[in-house]
């Protein structure tokens, strides 16, 4: 494989780790802010990323032309990203935190599989192993209880993975067909905050200056985030790069115990071991697939 290919391997991963930083901080402040529905937080998030990518495009005199065999593509990655933090953040509201967290990191599942129906991107076993394992790694984190796994925020949580993982895999399809990365990131962003806008007229909740402030962190956080995601899947698939999403688990676990004095326990150290033997036995056997040495 050529060098530029394991170059771009790279960069994929170095961005997917750097979106999990990003949507871990995120999460810090969005919890900083405090209670409000959820549907709002979702809006300042997104209405930061709009603001942020439309910057870049205007500054960078990126045209917002879509070729026309990849605006279904567009439109599908809008759709369910929507759906996909629309999810995430009500199940966030209604379940256990646990809960919330395992269901919304089913989206990098959910991204392989439609890699493989959509962009017939196989899967080896190799690479179906090291998932599972992070999978399972990131139950000892979590520790979810599931006495709620029928009810409605469950599903909706399910939902919300299940649309995050459609859209990553959109973005991977629009990354090869050369759309560029903020260009994706506005569209998804705008779209996401018109969607809200009828209920945000009708049931905005008054805030403080300072929550205003950690929303809009938050919403910051999350455009460096979505933009490194974005980029992540445009350098790399989904197979081959998604296991390191999973870093945003210790990255939540370092964030917490600095802001929050949250000390894990032992589980949650099984937890890290195994997601980090699962991203680094990856990461070598790409590598070493690549240099012929394995």
């Known amino acids: 494989m050529s060098d530029f290919r394991q ?8 961005m ?4 999990a930083f990003c949507f871990a901080c995120m999460n810090v402040f969005v919890r900083l802010a405090g209670d409000m529905p959820s549907i709002q937080k979702s809006f300042f998030r997104n209405l930061v990323a709009a603001v942020l990518a439309g910057t870049i495009i205007w500054k960078d005199h990126v045209s917002l032309e879509v070729k026309n065999e990849a605006r279904l593509s567009l439109f599908v990655r809008c759709f369910f990203g929507t759906i ?3 999810g995430n953040f009500y199940a966030v509201d209604h379940l256990l935190v646990a809960d919330a967290s395992i269901l919304n990191k089913l989206s990098p599942f959910f991204a392989i599989i439609f890699s493989y129906l959509l962009l017939k991107e196989e899967i080896s076993f190799f690479q179906a192993v090291c998932v599972g394992t992070a999978f399972v790694g990131c139950l000892f984190v979590v520790k979810p209880g599931f006495e709620n796994t029928v009810s409605i925020p469950a599903l909706v949580g399910v939902c919300g993975g299940l649309g995050a993982g459609i859209a990553y895999t959109m973005v991977r399809k629009m990354g090869t067909m050369g759309v560029k990365g903020p260009v994706i990131v506005f569209y998804f962003s705008l779209f996401s905050c018109l969607a809200v806008v009828p209920w945000i007229v009708f049931h905005f909740t008054p805030m403080s200056l300072g929550q205003l402030g950690m929303l809009l962190l938050a919403g910051t956080c999350a455009a460096g985030g979505q933009f490194a995601i974005t980029k992540a899947y445009t350098y790399a698939p989904a197979k081959k790069i998604s296991i390191y999403d999973y870093s945003q688990i210790i990255f939540a676990t370092v964030l917490g115990y600095v802001m929050f004095g949250e000390i894990p326990d032992s589980l949650s150290f099984i937890g890290y071991t195994l997601i980090v033997a699962a991203s680094l036995a990856m990461f070598l056997k790409v590598t070493c697939k690549r240099k ?3």
Request: charged residues 10%; glycine residues 12%; hydrophobic residues 50%.
């Open 292 to 294: 012929n040495a394995c």
């Open 7 to 14: 170059d771009t391997y790279l960069r994929g991963v170095v």
């Open 84 to 86: 996909g933090i629309l």
């Open 16 to 19: 997917i780790i750097l979106s």
